[in-house]
């Protein structure tokens, strides 16, 4: 049986026997209602094989001039409990919160902005090919690439057979001054300066605790046109003593050297064709 008319205007239009669900919205009568316990399929939906969801819906019937470009537009609140599958593009315009986990399985590719204020934790390798700028503390077992740009200046590649900074010039403007860092088989500090009238070198509170005191070494350099004997008698993690042996006053420059305790020792050589 089938029925056909221009309009049909009612404030309930039910299909199929079952609706006892809807009994309880009899206030949303005057603005109609449409219950079918069945399959819907709306517009022109063109499906080979079996029905894939209760409701379908496709694009509006061609009419020439009349044809309208979306298939569903939703003015409001959407809601959706389960999963959600998108095959195809999905264009967002304005706001995307989400309030839980994200997994992605392929490629994201971002051509804008990207704000985060909350933990990113990544598993996997990370490919830029841009600048990329951190205003906050930045953690890192290890970091490979050409240049890291810093306000502290530009420190080079690991891999690179020197290690160098390089930092505006500080007198000539539009000039940059670079350097490179002291290399040795060890991981080291030093500590310099001139001792004038004292035959006691004070070395920094913490070295204590930083430095092996069976490392230190101390290099001593004489100032003026005096022959001196300067030498060391004692010397501690805490403190350097001098003696001059024509008990002459001592003025002279030193550097005191030794290596870190707090970090394990450097392996200087070691197997293999990657950076440990």
């Known amino acids: ?44 939906s ?13 694009p509006p019937q061609a009419i020439p001039g009349l044809t309208l470009p979306a298939s569903l537009e939703v003015s409001g609140i959407a809601d959706y409990f389960g999963v959600l599958n998108t095959f195809g593009v999905t264009n967002a315009f304005g706001l995307v919160t989400g309030f839980g986990g994200r997994i992605e399985n392929g490629v994201n590719v971002k051509n804008g902005v990207d704000v985060k204020s909350a933990f990113n934790i990544g598993l996997a390798a990370s490919n830029f090919s841009g600048p990329t700028k951190c205003n906050a503390i930045f953690t890192a077992g290890l970091i490979k690439c050409a240049t890291i740009d810093a306000n502290l200046g530009i420190f080079k590649e690991v891999a690179a057979p020197f290690k ?63 022959h001196y004997h300067l030498s060391v008698v004692e010397f501690t993690s805490e403190y350097i003593i001098i003696k001059e042996s024509d008990d002459k006053p001592i003025d002279c420059f030193y550097h005191v050297y030794a ?8 392996v200087v050589e070691y197997e293999g064709d990657e950076i440990q």
Not at 6 to 34: C, E, H, M, T
Not at 50 to 56: E, F, Q, S
Not at 259 to 266: A, F, N
């Open 46 to 58: 063109f499906q080979v094989g079996i029905m894939r969801a209760g409701v379908t819906i496709g």
């Open 164 to 226: 160098k900074f390089d930092i505006p010039h500080p007198s000539k403007p539009g000039m940059r001054l670079a350097h490179t860092c002291l290399e040795g088989p060890e991981i080291g500090v030093y500590y310099r300066g001139r001792l004038i009238g004292s035959n006691k070198i004070e070395l920094p509170y913490y070295w204590k605790d930083l430095v092996h005191e069976d490392s230190i070494t101390v290099q001593l350099q004489p100032i003026g046109d005096r």
């Open 259 to 266: 290596e870190r305790k707090d970090v394990e020792k450097l």
């Open 1 to 44: 049986m089938s029925i056909k008319c221009s309009k049909v205007s009612a404030a309930k239009v039910q299909v199929g026997a079952y609706d006892a669900s809807k009994l309880s919205i009899g206030q949303f009568g005057a603005n109609g209602v449409f219950t079918n316990p069945g399959i819907s399929i709306f517009g022109e």
